[in-house]
């Protein structure tokens, strides 16, 4: 059999594959666990592999198109207009197979593995933020219910772990001020992480060409432009500056009658 199309529905454990020829005729319906995925593509000749850009679509689309396939990532929400019937593993194959043919849809670029890597960075370091804001607002809210009071601000709040590590009480009893001192202290632990990552940034934004142009754009400093080189993978796949406002979501959602 000749395939010439497959969709591959990406799972944790089992796979599913829907494969046509050059005509459009269903050749091939197959399960496959994780480790079989590789070693069944490898044996097939070149053919387009459609996914759905989900958790771990970028590494399988790197790993598949290693092996000479020609890999084509598409939003799941551009995809389900094609599921035929009950939603399960073999219509979302079938769906993928049939989405990724055609001439409207629109693709996702594939992100290589540093972009990925300089992605982690990010989103390590914005749950480290949520977390120490977390902290800082438990800390203000506890202060208050023995009536202290602080300033609004962040900086004043992110004052107040050091101030309670320096030894300042605010007049409370000794049982308290222990359990504030556990969460100051953890609060101070993740500003060191932080500060790490931000290094790391820092340090990566010199070593990229795409992020240096960046920096030199005015209001974009290195953790922004990181970020946008990481997240854009092709520059190329806007049509326009507005596209890509809209993309980022800069301006408000269309609902006129398009004309």
């Not at 044996?43 to 790993?63: F, K, N, Q, Y």
Request: hydrophobic share 50%; charged share 20%; aromatic share 4%.
């Amino acid at each position: 059999m000749k395939i010439a199309t497959i969709g591959l529905d990406l799972a944790k454990t089992v796979f599913q594959l829907h494969g046509i020829d050059a005509e459009g005729r269903v050749v091939l319906r197959r399960r496959l666990r994780r480790s079989e995925v590789v070693r069944f593509l490898a044996r097939l000749s070149p053919c387009l592999v459609g996914m759905e850009a989900c958790a771990g679509a970028h590494h399988w689309a790197r790993t598949i198109a290693g092996l000479g396939h020609e890999v084509r990532l598409m939003p799941p929400a551009y995809v389900k207009a094609y599921v035929r019937r009950q939603k399960n593993d073999l219509a979302d194959a079938a769906a993928i197979c049939e989405a990724v043919t055609r001439p409207s849809m629109r693709f996702v670029p594939i992100k290589s593995e540093a972009q990925q890597a300089m992605l982690l960075i990010h989103r390590a370091r914005d749950l480290l933020v949520r977390q120490r804001t977390s902290l800082i607002n438990a800390l203000r809210a506890h202060l208050a219910e023995f009536g202290v009071v602080l300033p609004n601000g962040g900086h004043n709040g992110r004052r107040l772990p050091s101030m309670l590590l320096a030894g300042e009480t605010f007049g409370m009893a000794a049982p308290v001020v222990a359990v504030l001192l556990v969460m100051a202290r953890r609060c101070q632990a993740l500003e060191v992480e932080i500060a790490q990552l931000e290094r790391e940034l820092r340090r990566r934004a010199v070593a990229d060409a795409a992020v240096r142009r960046l920096v030199r754009i005015p209001g974009i400093g290195p953790i922004t432009a990181t970020a946008l080189a990481a997240t854009i993978a092709d520059p190329q796949s806007f049509r326009s500056a507005r596209e890509f406002a809209a993309w980022l979501g800069l301006v408000p959602r269309q609902s006129s009658s398009g004309a």
